[in-house]
T-cell receptor
Framework: AQKITQTQPGMFVQEKEAVTLDCTYD???????LFWYKQPSSGEMIFLIY??????QNATEGRYSLNFQKARKSANLVISASQLGDSAMYFCAMREYSGGGADGLTFGKGTHLIIQP | DVKVTQSSRYLVKRTGEKVFLECVQD?????MFWYRQDPGLGLRLIYFSYDVKMKEKGDIPEGYSVSREKKERFSLILESASTNQTSMYLC??????????????FGPGTRLTVL
């Protein structure tokens, strides 16, 4: 079973509109972290936002916020007032902490977001 | 700023060749990772290392090996390259702890083509 599911392969959004990118996850760990990364066409992975499983408030970073619904195992990314430069692939990822060490991230398959003028 | 560099942006090799992909980070991070990225599959973890000379298998280690002789350098080795290893390879590093626990910083990627 997939640990990270992103159900939207692609999205078209008008500039200045808000965007919600869906992410659901599957874990039996109590301690985990959720990440969102942006990958423009140039290829670099850019960290956007992080939510810990014990964080009571939803994470926010500028125009990005994470709508964390723990009971539903949902961690949707919300981009307010979208801009043309937001066009990119967006990846949701999870780190499970129960094993300790330095386990890597488990990524979803990504959502290709295109902002239209 | 954290900087993660990879030795090549583009690489073309022939089937059966031994291939080295090098990654260097300049922020004294303990953890380093190698992922491959394929369209429609996202990123998948190949190997990671949490200390010099230490390595752990990720989700898809078959056909790969790694080396970490110095803290700042993590090498991915394809012993005998095959066409199904044509992919984008991304290196990442992270601290233990910090504001965003285990946030990973990525290099620019190496697009490897095996003919």
């Amino acid at each position: 079973a997939q640990k990270i599911t992103q159900t939207q392969p692609g999205m078209f959004v008008q500039e200045k509109e808000a965007v919600t990118l869906d992410c659901t996850y599957d874990t039996s760990d109590q301690s985990y972290g959720l990440f969102w990364y942006k990958q423009p066409s140039s290829g670099e992975m850019i960290f956007l936002i992080y939510q810990g499983s014990y964080d009571e408030q939803n994470a926010t970073e500028g125009r990005y916020s994470l709508n964390f619904q723990k009971a539903r195992k949902s961690a949707n990314l919300v981009i307010s007032a979208s801009q043309l430069g937001d066009s990119a692939m967006y990846f949701c990822a999870m780190r499970e902490y129960s094993g300790g060490g330095a386990d890597g991230l488990t990524f979803g398959k990504g959502t290709h977001l295109i902002i239209q003028p | 700023d954290v900087k993660v560099t990879q030795s090549s942006r583009y690489l073309v090799k022939r089937t059966g060749e031994k291939v080295f992909l090098e990654c260097v980070q300049d922020m004294d991070h303990e953890n380093m990772f190698w992922y491959r990225q394929d369209p429609g599959l996202g990123l998948r973890l190949i190997y990671f290392s949490y200390d010099v000379k230490m390595k752990e298998k990720g989700d898809i280690p078959e056909g790969y090996s790694v080396s970490r002789e110095k803290k700042e350098r993590f090498s991915l080795i394809l012993e005998s390259a095959s066409t199904n290893q044509t992919s984008m390879y991304l290196c990442a590093s992270s601290l233990v702890g910090g504001r965003n626990y285990n946030e990973q910083f990525f290099g620019p990627g190496t697009r490897l083509t095996v003919l």
